[in-house]
């Protein structure tokens, strides 16, 4: 999995991470590899930063490529699907720093939200 980091690394992630199955450890032979990378360089367009990101040389790797504001808005206003890549993910690369703060903020955040399994519920303090 460190490939990934060595693969994305013309785009000077903030972060790579894995989730889904590979993360968990219950892939089979069919499973994608999902991967959420990080970066300044990527539009804000998600679909854009997949076309740039994907590789018919690593097909089974389904690149998420956003933007860092993009990334930090959704993790801010509480977007259960970054919160779920950041609890059940592994983080295999970037930027220590960028780390820290990730971290902090989805502990913040994550003090709202009561998880069962997959469903998300937001707690009023």
Known sequence: MERLCEIYSKFTPK???IFGSYARGDYTDQSDIDVLIVSDVFPRDP???FAITYSIEFPKVM???MNT???LKKLEGGSTFIL???ED???LCG????KKEVLKKYSEIRRKFKRKGK???YMEL
């Open 15 to 17: 972060l790579v991470v």
């Open 47 to 49: 679909r854009k930063g």
């Open 63 to 65: 690149p998420i490529a």
């Open 69 to 71: 504001q993009v990334f």
């Open 84 to 86: 779920e890549i950041i």
């Open 89 to 91: 993910g592994k983080i």
């Open 95 to 98: 930027d220590e720093e960028f």
């Open 119 to 121: 469903l998300w519920e």
